[in-house]
């Protein structure tokens, strides 16, 4: 089944207020640490996605029961030790890097083997940048070329490390920090800027956490082992998600959305700064603090006189599941637009990289490559005619809504593939499409 769509009219002008889904990287984050805590956690407002599924039914795997009740899922754990690993088990990760890397840090203390699978794309993904800390610690784990499947086996005697983290990947970091809180001692990670959200929950636990910022790295130091009970989490909108909404309204003619509720915490906001700095003048309104993450109101309306950027390589973590999008807009911008060193984009779902440059000279856009550097020619009168076909792109979800962002702002008919691919982080994607008048067939 390929589940194709059709795309052949542009969005006309709206003024509309909405909500997008929950955010996936605090979502999963939740449901693990919940199920590490010693009593019950309600977690509102948890993003019903395929992948926060997965995290769902690896905690259940694992002996952890949780319950949907009206407005929250209720989780109840048993503490650091009380996951059920007496007899081997397979994990079954699906399609989620994040719920992959961070378990294996949880599972630095199982009594048993415990195996842990992924879909197609995931088992293409690279676990050596998890696997080999986590080994350090004294927990014994095996895998074959750095792939999935990894056996892990955990250790009762774990050490505490010291780790530089240098990929500025949050789920490396998060996994080596939840591995810190089983270990006794104090583990030392010097970890490359990136999302700030396992920090902030141990904040908020209570959990002996340290951190030291400096521009390029942050020095976080935690001091385990630390049992924590049982929280209530209030998930805000997810900014990623945000971001095919934000530049469909950018595109089109006449037409301004505000999105309620989203975390606009800074370490995931890039994308804002750089379509600002492109001329966008998209605000947060009602800004307020929860639980160490800002949130706010996004307000963007359709802009005409976009224009080209050199993207500040700092900018790349905080915008790393941005850039197909941003993409699209440099595209459509006056000037050339420069991106550099972005290689961890070909590490994700798809190798995004590859897949947005072969996307965008498709439907005529020029762009010279030099390694994990692109220049993208922009042109404010792009306006398309043809017809596109967008397919082997391994699913990967946020390929899938950047192509239909472009079909609805350029025009053309435009044949989508694989269009359930949202549903891994963005069930309602199409819904909200339709909220807005996309008309999509
Ligand atoms: C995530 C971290 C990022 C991001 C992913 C979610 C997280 O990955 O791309 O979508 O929740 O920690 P990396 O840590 O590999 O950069």
Same mark, same amino acid.
């Given at each position: 089944?390929?589940? =194709?769509?059709?795309?052949?009219?542009?969005?006309?002008?709206?003024?509309?207020?909405?909500?997008?889904?929950?955010?996936?990287?605090?979502?999963?984050?939740?449901?693990?640490?919940?199920?590490?805590?010693?009593?019950?956690?309600?977690?509102?407002?948890?993003?019903?996605?395929?992948?926060?599924? &997965?995290?769902?039914?690896?905690?259940?795997?694992?002996?952890?029961?949780?319950?949907?009740?009206?407005?929250?899922?209720? @989780?109840?754990?048993?503490?650091?030790?009380?996951?059920?690993? =007496?007899?081997?088990?397979?994990?079954?990760?699906?399609?989620?890097?994040?719920?992959?890397?961070?378990?294996?840090?949880?599972?630095?203390?199982?009594?048993?083997?415990?195996?842990?699978?992924?879909?197609?794309?995931?088992? =293409?993904?690279?676990?050596?940048?998890?696997?080999?800390?986590?080994?350090?610690?004294?927990?014994?784990?095996?895998?074959?070329?750095?792939?999935?499947?990894?056996?892990?086996?955990?250790?009762?005697?774990?050490?505490?490390?010291?780790?530089?983290?240098?990929?500025?990947?949050?789920?490396?970091?998060?996994?080596?920090?939840?591995?810190?809180?089983?270990?006794?001692?104090?583990?030392?990670?010097?970890?490359?800027?990136?999302? $700030?959200?396992?920090?902030?929950?141990?904040?908020?636990?209570?959990?002996?956490?340290?951190?030291?910022?400096?521009?390029?790295?942050?020095?976080?130091?935690?001091?385990?082992?630390?049992?924590?009970?049982?929280?209530?989490? =209030?998930?805000?909108?997810?900014?990623?998600?945000?971001?095919?909404?934000?530049?469909?309204?950018?595109?089109?003619?006449?037409?301004?959305?505000?999105?309620?509720?989203?975390? @606009?915490?800074?370490?995931?906001?890039?994308?804002?700064?750089?379509?600002?700095?492109?001329?966008?003048?998209?605000?947060?309104?009602?800004?307020?603090?929860?639980?160490?993450?800002?949130?706010?109101?996004?307000?963007?309306?359709?802009?005409?006189?976009?224009?080209?950027?050199?993207?500040?390589?700092?900018?790349?973590?905080?915008?790393?599941?941005?850039?197909?999008?941003?993409?699209?807009?440099?595209?459509?911008?006056?000037?050339?637009?420069?991106?550099?060193?972005?290689?961890?984009?070909?590490?994700?779902?798809?190798?995004?990289?590859?897949?947005?440059?072969?996307?965008?000279?498709?439907?005529?856009?020029?762009?010279?490559?030099?390694?994990?550097?692109?220049?993208?020619?922009?042109?404010?009168?792009?306006?398309?005619?043809?017809?596109?076909?967008?397919?082997?792109?391994?699913? $990967?979800?946020?390929?899938?809504?950047?192509?239909?962002?472009?079909?609805?702002?350029?025009?053309?008919?435009?044949?989508?593939? &694989?269009?359930?691919?949202?549903?891994?982080?963005?069930?309602?994607?199409?819904?909200?499409?339709?909220?807005?008048?996309?008309?999509?067939?």
């Amino acid at each position: 089944m390929t589940n =194709k769509i059709e795309i052949k009219e542009k969005v006309k002008n709206f003024k509309k207020i909405i909500k997008v889904g929950s955010d996936k990287s605090i979502s999963i984050r939740c449901v693990l640490l919940a199920s590490q805590a010693i009593g019950k956690s309600r977690i509102y407002n948890l993003l019903e996605s395929e992948d926060v599924f &997965d995290a769902l039914k690896a905690i259940k795997k694992l002996g952890i029961k949780f319950k949907k009740r009206k407005n929250f899922y209720e @989780i109840e754990g048993f503490g650091l030790d009380g996951y059920n690993t =007496k007899k081997k088990i397979t994990i079954d990760a699906g399609n989620s890097g994040t719920l992959a890397r961070l378990i294996l840090g949880l599972l630095v203390n199982s009594k048993n083997v415990v195996t842990l699978k992924g879909d197609k794309s995931l088992s =293409k993904r690279d676990f050596s940048r998890v696997v080999e800390p986590l080994k350090l610690f004294g927990a014994n784990i095996s895998y074959k070329n750095s792939f999935l499947p990894v056996h892990i086996n955990g250790s009762n005697y774990l050490r505490p490390i010291k780790y530089h983290e240098n990929l500025g990947s949050a789920q490396c970091k998060s996994a080596i920090m939840l591995a810190s809180l089983k270990t006794p001692g104090i583990t030392k990670i010097k970890a490359k800027k990136s999302r $700030d959200h396992t920090e902030l929950l141990f904040k908020n636990l209570g959990i002996p956490i340290k951190i030291i910022k400096k521009k390029i790295y942050d020095f976080i130091d935690i001091k385990g082992p630390f049992n924590f009970e049982g929280f209530d989490y =209030k998930v805000p909108g997810d900014i990623s998600s945000s971001s095919f909404f934000i530049v469909l309204t950018l595109l089109s003619q006449n037409s301004s959305l505000i999105i309620k509720n989203v975390n @606009i915490n800074k370490t995931r906001t890039g994308i804002i700064k750089i379509l600002n700095k492109m001329n966008a003048n998209i605000s947060f309104k009602n800004k307020k603090k929860y639980k160490g993450e800002f949130l706010g109101d996004i307000s963007v309306k359709s802009k005409k006189n976009l224009k080209s950027i050199i993207c500040p390589k700092k900018l790349n973590s905080s915008a790393i599941d941005e850039f197909l999008i941003i993409f699209l807009v440099a595209a459509k911008a006056k000037g050339n637009s420069v991106f550099r060193d972005l290689g961890e984009l070909n590490k994700k779902e798809s190798p995004r990289l590859n897949i947005a440059i072969k996307i965008l000279r498709q439907i005529g856009v020029k762009i010279l490559r030099n390694k994990n550097d692109i220049k993208i020619f922009g042109n404010p009168k792009l306006e398309l005619t043809g017809s596109y076909t967008i397919k082997n792109f391994r699913k $990967d979800h946020r390929v899938l809504m950047m192509s239909c962002v472009a079909a609805l702002t350029l025009g053309g008919c435009w044949t989508i593939h &694989d269009s359930n691919s949202s549903n891994t982080s963005f069930p309602d994607f199409f819904k909200k499409i339709k909220k807005l008048g996309g008309v999509i067939n």
